[in-house]
């Protein structure tokens, strides 16, 4: 799959987001990597920010469409 | 069979748990293997559970922890994170100090890997 929907659905989870990045590893669009920064995030663990990406790509990440996915999160204090 | 129990078990009472494709001796998975790194430079004692014998495991895992993507790092029954985060909380010293922490002090002395076998 192409990066922009996976981009669009993490704007919707983070409409505040200072940083949003999607890239396709390895060029299969299979295996990604995310980067947010969104003040949203301020003052949760890392296990937390991570499930609010994990929350907003279910549905790739339930069917399989994605196979492999990195993620770097932070909040912007 | 359903593995839940056994899952449980291992979470609540292993020092250091990780749920990884593959085994600490063979891991199937680059992720698998940088959280498996990670806390190996952290010097933890490590109990790991290959999840890739029966696809039943994974999924009991998951609607236990609430995590989706494997492998899984617990630390005394907390789930620590996935490889990314284990990754960066070791790069920033923070997962030594959670060992120190929960384990005590002398965690490292009893530096150990212990596969189990679900099936």
Redesign the interface.
């Known amino acids: 799959m192409p990066t922009e929907p996976l981009r669009t659905l993490l704007e919707r989870e983070f409409p505040d987001a200072t940083e949003l990045e999607v890239v396709d590893r390895t060029g299969g669009g299979d295996h990604f990597q995310v980067v947010v920064s969104a003040p949203s995030l301020d003052g949760l663990t890392?296990?937390e920010q991570?499930?609010r990406v994990?929350d907003a790509l279910?549905e790739p990440?339930?069917d399989g469409t994605i196979h492999?996915?990195?993620?770097?999160t932070r909040g912007t204090t | 069979m359903s593995y839940s129990d056994t899952i449980r078990d291992v979470i609540e009472e292993s020092d250091v748990a990780i749920f990884m494709k593959g085994t600490p001796q063979f891991a199937m998975c680059g992720n698998s293997d940088r959280a498996l790194q990670a806390l190996r430079r952290a010097g933890a004692p490590v109990t790991a559970v290959d999840v890739l014998p029966d696809p039943q495991i994974r999924q009991e895992l998951t609607a236990i922890s609430g995590w989706p993507t494997i492998p899984q790092v617990f630390v005394k029954g907390e789930l620590v994170g996935g490889a990314d985060i284990v990754e960066e909380l070791e790069q920033s010293g923070e997962l030594e100090r959670t060992l120190r922490e929960r384990l005590g002090d002398d965690f490292a002395a009893a530096r150990e890997e212990r596969a189990v076998s679900l099936v």
């Open positions: 890392l296990v991570h499930r994990y279910s990440l339930g492999e996915l990195r993620i770097k």
